[in-house]
Structure formats: C-alpha cells, structure tokens
C-alpha cells in the first residue's frame, strides 16, 4: 500500500489502521474479523 502525502488526515490515519491490521493479521496476532474490526472494515465472504 503506497502512502502519499496529498491525503487529508483521516484517509492517512484510515491507511495507517488498515496497513497495521493487515500486518497483526499477516503475523497471526489478529483473527481476520479482528483486523477487520480494528480497521474499521466489513467482512463480505460468499
């Protein structure tokens, strides 16, 4: 995920919680619904 500096604040806080979701998740420390709570995401599976 490429970061750029012409985002307003909450795209780049938004960003910085799904990169850090996704790394927990990556690394085994969150279950997937966790990072997608932590991320602020919904979980669509069909």
Known sequence: MQ???NK???E???TIK???AL???K???FLIE???HFANLSLNVY
Request: positive net charge.
């Open 27 to 29: 690394n085994g420390k």
């Open 18 to 20: 799904i990169s850090t």
């Open 23 to 25: 790394m927990l998740f």
């Open 12 to 14: 780049l806080k938004h």
């Open 3 to 5: 970061l750029t500096l």
């Open 8 to 10: 307003d604040i909450q």
């Open 34 to 36: 966790q990072a997608n």
